[in-house]
């Protein structure tokens, strides 16, 4: 499957633009010249130079050095969130896929209920309770993410589950945490991988909406949907502040998605064969 996966050109890139990505939400202090929430009013809406590569904002702060930072709430706070309920939905999942009876059943309704609730909802009430801000966002991704990961994680638990190898662990005595990490974690890692890199969109995507809604980051702290609330009303008059923030959030959001076609590929190569298959060939009459 690696081989594979690093023979796809598309999934390379998007791998490259991803580490690119978190190097650069790491490294933010290090290399931007400016303080990203420094102030300069008479230096506002300056066009692009060398000192201001992408100009500055209505505030006279660096476009560019805001962009940056902004990947640390944006992408760096979405993936502790994302490892958080990946890591309690998996054990859930697993618990519940290897167990099954009782256990399993217990679970499935808990998932149940808290998957009855839209994401946008629970964090709509955690804002309304908690106030705005990241962090609750965050524990609302945590809260209604979890019970998807484990429902999907468990199905294929209880698939690798009814394998030989697995069957003939148990015979001989095997312990079942034991057969769990070494004869079903590296099965399901694959899966886990494919769920979790298309999960990324859709949270990134949340997480700026909720934030060009004022309902996210809190100001002064730069974030790529603040970022584009604070464009919308120069958007005609000042374009290139409501470009860059846009155009990062699409970049990164194509890369996991490209990544997570390319694991799904990797993962059973009869889908990419089955999109080169021509109509009209194997006795096949074309639509």
Not at 16 to 30: D, S
Not at 137 to 158: E, G, K, N, P, Q
Request: proline share 4%.
């Amino acid at each position: 499957m690696i081989k594979r996966l690093l023979n796809n050109k598309l999934a390379m890139v998007a791998i490259v633009i991803i580490a690119l990505y978190i190097v650069l939400g790491i490294a933010a202090p290090i290399i931007t010249p400016y303080h990203p929430n420094s102030i300069n009013v008479s230096n506002k809406y300056a066009e692009m130079s060398l000192q201001h590569l992408l100009g500055t904002d209505h505030l006279g702060r660096d476009i560019l050095t805001r962009l940056i930072y902004a990947i640390r709430p944006s992408l760096l706070y979405v993936f502790g969130a994302l490892f958080a309920s990946v890591s309690i939905g998996a054990t859930m999942g697993f618990i519940s896929g290897y167990m099954k009876g009782y256990v399993d059943t217990v679970i499935m309704r808990l998932c149940d209920i808290m998957l009855a609730f839209p994401s946008y909802v629970v964090a709509l009430a955690l804002i309304a309770l908690l106030g705005a801000g990241a962090e609750n966002i965050m524990l609302a991704f945590i809260l209604t993410r979890w019970a998807w990961f484990c429902r999907v994680i468990r199905t294929s638990v209880m698939q690798y589950t009814a394998a030989d190898h697995v069957k003939f662990a148990k015979v001989i005595g095997m312990k079942d945490s034991s057969i769990i990490i070494k004869n079903i974690l590296p099965l399901t890692l694959a899966d886990i991988a494919i769920i979790a890199s298309s999960s990324m969109c859709s949270m990134i995507l949340q997480i700026s909406g909720f934030s060009f809604l004022g309902l996210g980051v809190k100001a002064p702290t730069a974030e790529w949907g603040m970022m584009l609330n604070e464009a919308r009303k120069v958007m005609f008059t000042h374009p290139e502040m409501m470009f860059a923030p846009a155009i990062a959030i699409v970049i990164i959001v194509m890369s996991f998605n490209f990544l997570s076609d390319a694991l799904q590929v990797a993962l059973d190569p009869r889908i990419e064969s089955k999109k080169n298959v021509n109509p009209t060939k194997k006795g096949v009459m074309p639509s």
